[in-house]
């Protein structure tokens, strides 16, 4: 089998805890360990370790790693092998399309319930929103096109956290998860993503006004130009596994 590394040492302290918030805590810091190195490539697709494996890099027994694995494979990130472990699920290009058909259509969502916010409710969802894409304006200015990449996946992050419906946070987070490592891997292939923060601005703009229907369209639209962005890219450089 393949290995991969983890830094153990953050995850250690919560190890020793003995109570049952200890014991939860330690399969958060499992799950948010393992997430992590997949969502970063750390644990690329088709990596295949066995449970005690991952315990030993983290530095934990089996037990809220074997936890941990199980919300993973739930999240469609691992799969776990009896009496094997764990391989990291990749993405093919159908895969990426029936995610990006999800993602457009809860963000859409997520915009038109924000909108339909009162307004004093409004205000701070908004300048968070325009936090984040007043940074992602900076970030492209200097060329920092990880610095860009945070930023965007913050405005997309609060836009979906601040609309209030937690089964549309869960949805969503799970399939932005899945999206993460793609966008992540071609980042560097795409053109310079000089539109995204213009059209982050009319979803701003729509929500502040309490627009709905217009906060969902431009949710959905500026969903729509990323996956028309990165699906001809995919299939381009036949990247088949993501």
């Known amino acids: ?5 983890l830094a153990p040492a953050p995850l250690r302290p919560s190890e020793t805890a003995s109570s049952e918030e200890g014991s939860a805590g330690r399969v958060t ?3 948010n360990a393992i997430k992590e190195a997949i969502r970063s490539n750390v644990f ?5 370790a066995a449970e005690i ?7 934990m027994s089996r037990t809220p790693v074997h936890e941990a694995m199980a919300r993973l494979q739930e999240e469609g990130l691992v799969r776990i092998l009896p009496k094997k472990g764990i391989v990291i699920c990749s993405l093919s290009p159908a895969d990426i399309e029936e995610i990006y058909e999800v993602i457009i259509a ?25 936090d984040a894409t007043n940074r992602m304006v900076a ?12 930023a965007d996946e913050d405005f997309h992050e609060a836009l979906v956290t601040c609309c209030g419906n937690r089964r549309l946070m869960r949805m969503t987070g799970t399939v ?7 966008r992540m891997f071609t980042l ?9 923060s213009e059209e982050h601005l009319a979803v701003i703009a729509a929500i502040d006004q309490g627009d709905a229907t217009a906060a969902s369209r431009a949710a959905r639209l500026h969903r729509q130009h990323a996956h028309d962005a990165l699906v001809p890219l995919i299939a381009r450089y036949n990247l088949r596994n993501l």
């Open 1 to 5: 089998m393949t290995s991969g590394n």
């Open 29 to 31: 810091a499992a799950y």
């Open 44 to 48: 690329a697709p088709g990596y295949q």
């Open 53 to 59: 494996e991952i315990a030993r890099q983290l530095g």
């Open 106 to 130: 809860l963000e859409g969502a997520a915009a038109a319930r924000l909108a339909g916010l009162p307004a004093e409710e409004r205000e701070p969802v908004v300048r968070i929103l325009r």
């Open 139 to 150: 970030a492209l200015e200097l060329d920092d096109l990880a610095a860009w990449a945070q």
């Open 176 to 182: 932005a998860d899945q999206l993460h490592r793609a």
């Open 188 to 196: 560097r292939l795409r053109p310079l993503p000089v539109t995204s």
